[in-house]
T-cell receptor
Framework: DAGVTQSPTHLIKTRGQQVTLRCSPK?????VSWYQQALGQGPQFIFQ???????QRGNFPDRFSGHQFPNYSSELNVNALLLGDSALYLC???????????FGPGTRLTVT | AQSVSQHNHHVILSEAASLELGCNYS??????LFWYVQYPGQHLQLLLK??????LVKGIKGFEAEFIKSKFSFNLRKPSVQWSDTAEYFC????????????FGTGTRLTVIP
């Protein structure tokens, strides 16, 4: 049973560009959450998707957007990249109505 | 708003020493509590969780944590650490009855010296 998978592993972008990160949830999980983990910090909640809709959103600007597909996989899009967007982006999935989340390995984004 | 404080930023211990990492949270309602571990180069893994019941919870690899409601604390403990426990430890909370998104502390880096 595959856990949460994310792609790509690493990514280098230039300031002002746009980026798309991908996540496949653990088998049977229908809820996907995205977190940003800056160096030396704990993960910060970006948003959560359930039934292909954004259910909850953290304190992140509209440059951060997402999508969930019918197979429950998800994308995180970031427009107009800033140097401060450099971080590890984590995807987590959970079972319906469960408080417990399972994390993927993350995508390391570097903005130059 | 929810917040989580981990006051120990970096802890260095010798093997076989006892460990206690502090975690305090701030939230007006009832919460679920978690400790996650991030080993070097690996993804976040759940160590243990508290939803309700016995405030002393046991997790994997000999870790345990105690929920003290009056102190808004959920400290992590291990009687005897091993070199393999070297990792980053994160305390996290989410709200009962709400969305399950987690609020994390800033983490504590544990270095165990052989």
């Amino acid at each position: 049973d595959a856990g949460v998978t994310q792609s790509p592993t690493h990514l280098i972008k230039t300031r002002g560009q746009q980026v798309t990160l991908r996540c496949s949830p653990k088998s049977g999980h229908d809820t996907v959450s995205w977190y940003q983990q800056a160096l030396g910090q704990g993960p910060q909640f970006i948003f959560q998707y359930y039934e292909e809709e954004e259910r909850q959103r953290g304190n992140f600007p509209d440059r951060f957007s997402g999508h969930q597909f019918p197979n429950y996989s998800s994308e995180l899009n970031v427009n107009a990249l800033l140097l401060g967007d450099s971080a590890l982006y984590l995807c987590a999935s959970s079972l319906p109505d469960s408080y417990e989340q399972y994390f993927g390995p993350g995508t390391r984004l570097t903005v130059t | 708003a929810q917040s989580v404080s981990q006051h120990n930023h970096h802890v260095i211990l010798s093997e076989a020493a006892s460990l206690e990492l502090g975690c305090n949270y701030s939230y007006g309602g009832t919460v679920n509590l978690f400790w996650y571990v991030q080993y070097p180069g690996q993804h976040l893994q759940l160590l243990l969780k508290y939803f309700s019941g016995d405030p002393l919870v046991k997790g994997i690899k000999g870790f345990e944590a105690e929920f003290i409601k009056s102190k808004f604390s959920f400290n992590l403990r291990k009687p005897s650490v091993q070199w393999s426990d070297t990792a980053e430890y994160f305390c996290a909370v989410n709200a009962k009855g709400g969305a399950n998104n987690l609020f994390f502390g800033t983490g504590t880096r544990l270095t165990v010296i052989p």
